[in-house]
């Protein structure tokens, strides 16, 4: 039988023909698998209710197969395909590891970030998982099975490579025609196809014209680029990961022509283009600099979700004792339902919304992007301010948003990071050693950054059964607690907690749909008390002025913690409160002045204007 085979192989160009097969056939996989990671479901039994839905769905997945696979027709070896097999791997497997920490796929923006990676490359290995080892597996499978393949010098022939593109432009026209058909026999334009008449269905055959045509609209009718939930499901849906790559570079250049021929019309962003903004400025009356009646000490967890504050391990034992001592037996101001607002720019969009009460950039990060920016901020209020940051100043741009934010002084290791006991002693530290009252201080850890590996353990004591990415999260935050607790005792010591407003916070969620989906057996066996749907952040405020606890049950937003601290310390007559309300104003809360979309709006033409440079009167 296998002589046979072998035989069969070496005549003619069968050989060429089974590389094609097996290479467009891995290209394929990978595409459908991808889809299956991201969306878990593909069109497979709407075959017989909705064809035309079905076919647009698969075709573009086999065209783009057949498009690269046509190659080996005009080139004289097979090992190439080897290496763009690992390059499909890498570009898929990247995305996928970036979902499933951001819930969003890269776009250009996020790729040109890829060196705020350094120090944090081990994060990945926390979103591997055996769906990524699939990728890897089949391209071996496809390796073994071309080595097996009778090594002989394989021929160029054009005219089949030729025919085969003419494939690949007819299954582009029927897909587009099926789009069409689908369309309009569901009588309406599905979102994400701008008009799909004639004109528009003949255009559309192009590559990408749509993506064009999509971003020029959108820019034009707005002035800026779409609020995206980071994954383009409408896109997936008619297209693959293979042709995702080149999107996200076409898409980029059409904002960037876009904007151009904004500025050429004289529509450029500017500050009197940022409509709806006019109601959240107050010019004040004079122009001196607003006195803060408590210091203020902000403390930005990594990756802080509310539930841990309650968790307990098998001896019943809390995970943050001391928080949650601090919590339940201290006046403070306490919210376990605060929404993370954050979006490409992560812990550095954290730090931005907490600081200046603006929401991140639709896509990118501010930080990063537009570090250059004038920011609204409440440190320059005070005579001394400092911001403790535990890493290297490069990541998010820390260094220049010091600055940016207007903290006079940046406290940070001169080489390795420091845990999160070193950045509480260096606030302790510092905030001793100031010579003026008021002053403020920002605190930023990092001991429970992924992948959770800086204290994995504990005396805690948890089910065998549980997540290990869990456990660890856990036994880091039992850590943490301990750094916390010890740093609230010493103030309260010293004197320090009696004089300031200390706010403690997360910069954001770290457990997306996809892991709480792995998690919800565990869960819900467990009775822990995590949600397996949608988590969120903490607000914990402890300032003089209390005399009891003040429990928020309402769900809030990260926008809010700015006029909150700016009410807190005084200073609610600062020209800007950001678009978030006061969380003590319970009126407040339940008659927000704006939706938290036409937020994300503004605030990313406000940060694309440099909207607040015309502000300089607080200086």
């Known amino acids: 039988m296998l002589q046979k085979i072998k035989s069969f192989l070496t005549k003619d160009n069968h050989a060429q023909w089974c590389v094609f097969f097996f290479f467009a056939l891995a290209i394929f996989a990978k595409c459908v698998l991808f889809h299956w990671d991201i969306f878990h479901s593909v069109l497979i039994s709407s075959i017989w209710k909705e064809p035309a839905d079905f076919f647009a769905f698969w075709i573009p997945k086999i065209n783009i197969a057949i498009l690269i696979a046509s190659l080996i027709f005009i080139f004289s070896n097979k090992w190439w395909t080897f290496v763009i097999l690992l390059l499909i791997d890498l570009w898929s497997i990247s995305n996928l590891i970036y979902f499933r920490a951001n819930e969003m796929l890269l776009s250009y923006e996020s790729l040109m970030m890829a060196s705020n990676l350094s120090g944090f490359e081990s994060s990945a290995i926390t979103y591997w998982n055996y769906q990524s080892t ?21 021929k160029r022939n054009y005219v089949t490579w030729m025919s085969l593109l003419l494939i690949v432009c007819v299954l582009r026209i029927t897909s587009q025609a099926c789009r069409y058909v689908n369309a ?9 196809v701008l008009n799909l008449d004639r004109d528009s269905y003949v255009k559309n055959i192009i590559p990408f014209h749509e993506v064009i045509a999509g971003v020029n609209e959108t820019i034009h009718f707005t002035g800026s680029v779409s609020k995206e939930d980071g994954l383009d499901s409408f896109y997936f849906r008619y297209h693959s990961v293979i042709a995702y790559f080149p999107k996200i570079f076409i898409s980029h250049i059409a904002e960037k022509q876009a904007y151009s021929e904004l500025e050429n019309a004289g529509k450029r962003i500017e500050f009197s283009s940022v409509k709806g903004v006019e109601k959240f400025i107050k010019i004040p009356q004079n122009k001196s600099i607003l006195t803060p009646k408590t210091n203020l000490i902000v403390i930005i967890v990594e990756s802080f979700e509310s539930w841990v504050l309650d968790a307990k391990d098998e ?10 001592s601090y919590v339940n037996n201290c006046a403070n101001v306490f919210c376990d339902r605060v929404t993370s607002q954050v979006r490409e720019g992560v812990s550095g969009d954290g730090q931005m919304i907490i600081n200046t009460g603006i929401l991140p950039l639709q896509k990118g990060s501010a930080a990063l992007l537009f570090g250059n920016n004038t920011f609204p901020n409440w440190a320059h209020l005070f005579k001394q301010s400092a911001t403790i940051y535990p890493g290297n100043g490069s990541e998010w741009n820390q260094d220049t948003m010091t600055v940016r934010y207007r903290f006079q002084q940046q406290i940070s290791p001169l080489q390795n990071r420091w845990e999160d006991d070193l950045t509480m002693n260096n606030l302790l ?21 992924t992948p959770f590996t800086s204290h994995p353990n504990s005396n805690l004591c948890f089910s065998d059964d549980m997540p290990r990415d869990l456990r660890k999260y856990l036994n880091c935050f039992h850590f943490t607690d301990s750094c916390l607790g010890k740093t609230l005792l010493k103030m309260k010591k010293n004197g320090i907690m009696d004089k300031s407003t200390i706010i403690i916070t997360g910069d954001h969620t770290i457990f997306k749909k996809n892991q709480l989906k792995d998690y919800k057996l565990f869960i819900e066996e467990h009775n822990l008390n995590m949600s397996s749907e949608k988590n969120y952040v903490p607000l914990i405020i402890f300032t003089p002025s209390l005399s009891d606890q003040v429990v928020i049950n309402d769900t809030c937003y990260q926008m809010d913690i700015f006029p909150t601290i700016l009410n807190l310390i005084g200073c609610e007559d600062y020209y800007w409160n950001g678009f978030g309300v006061n969380l003590l104003d319970s009126a407040a809360r339940h008659n927000r002045p704006i939706s938290e979309q036409e937020a994300y709006r503004i605030s990313d033409l406000m940060i694309r204007s440099n909207y607040f440079q015309q502000y300089q009167f607080d200086e």
């Open 134 to 154: 699939i990728f890897l597996l089949l391209t071996l499978f496809y390796w073994i099975l071309i080595y097996f393949i009778p090594k002989q010098h394989l």
């Open 429 to 449: 530290d510092w905030s001793d050693t100031v010579s003026s009252i008021p002053f403020a201080c920002q605190a930023i850890t990092v001991s429970t950054h």
């Open 184 to 192: 309009n026999k569901l009588g309406f334009v599905m979102e994400g």
């Open 315 to 324: 001896n019943n034992c809390l995970v943050m004792p001391y928080m949650n």
